[in-house]
Every structure is written in structure tokens, then in C-alpha cells.
């Protein structure tokens, strides 16, 4: 089992900035990929951005492409991501996930275990 904590959300303006952190615990060794997720209100869980346990390969949503970065601290279990030039449509509650396979991909169902989310709410 692996155990996931986000924190950081909050309330921003149009235009400003959230990190997000994710920390694991339980089984890492058995983490291969690590990602983050959004779910708005009334819409279905999209993908946000992932990245490999080395950080050699990194994918991005284009709706956050150039705003938002994901990171994992070295040697540390914690995943990041920050999140920049807000935008109302990010408002949604923010999941962290991992999957044990290699394989970085966005789709939800692939991912093993997940966080209890952490709401972003951007205000225009």
C-alpha cells in the first residue's frame, strides 16, 4: 500500500500562483510514475501532468503546457507541482496519483493509488 497527502491549495486571483505537494509513504519502492489529476465541478477526473521517479520524462495536459510544472524533490518522496498564470478554469480539487507500472500515461484508471485531493479555486 501507498499512502498520499496533498497540500497546498487555496484561494488565488486570476494570475497568480499555488504549489502543490504531494507526499508518499507505505510501499514508494514500489512507485514507477507519479502524477497529478483535476476534477471540476460537474466534470469527469482529467489528467494534469506526470512524470517517472527520475524525472527524465515529464507529460503535460496542453491546457497546462508552459503554466504549470511538475517536480519530485531528490530523495525525497514528495511530489510538486507549480502551478502558474491561474486561470478560473483550473478551479477544481487537485489529486495526487502513482502507478507501479513504468509507463507515464494520463489516463486515471491506470493509476494504483490516489490522494484525497485538495481544492484550487481561482477567482477572475
Known amino acids: 500500500q501507498v499512502q498520499l497527502v496533498e497540500s497546498g491549495g487555496g484561494l488565488v486571483q486570476a494570475g497568480g500562483s499555488l504549489r502543490l505537494s504531494c507526499t508518499a509513504s507505505g510501499r514508494t519502492l514500489s512507485i514507477y510514475v507519479m502524477g497529478w489529476f483535476r476534477q471540476g465541478p460537474g466534470k469527469e477526473r482529467e489528467f494534469v501532468a506526470a512524470?517517472?521517479?527520475?524525472?527524465?520524462?515529464?507529460n503535460y495536459a496542453d491546457s497546462v503546457k508552459g503554466r504549470f510544472t511538475i517536480s519530485r524533490e531528490n530523495g525525497k518522496n514528495t511530489l510538486s507541482l507549480q502551478m502558474n498564470s491561474l486561470k478560473p478554469e483550473d478551479t477544481a480539487v487537485y489529486y495526487c496519483?502513482?502507478?507501479?507500472?513504468?509507463?507515464?500515461?494520463?489516463?486515471?484508471?491506470?493509476?494504483?493509488?490516489w490522494g484525497q485531493g485538495t481544492q484550487v479555486t481561482v477567482s477572475s
Open positions: 496519483a502513482v502507478r507501479r507500472s513504468p509507463v507515464v500515461i494520463g489516463t486515471p484508471s491506470s493509476y494504483d493509488y
Open positions: 512524470m517517472n521517479w527520475s524525472g527524465t520524462i515529464r
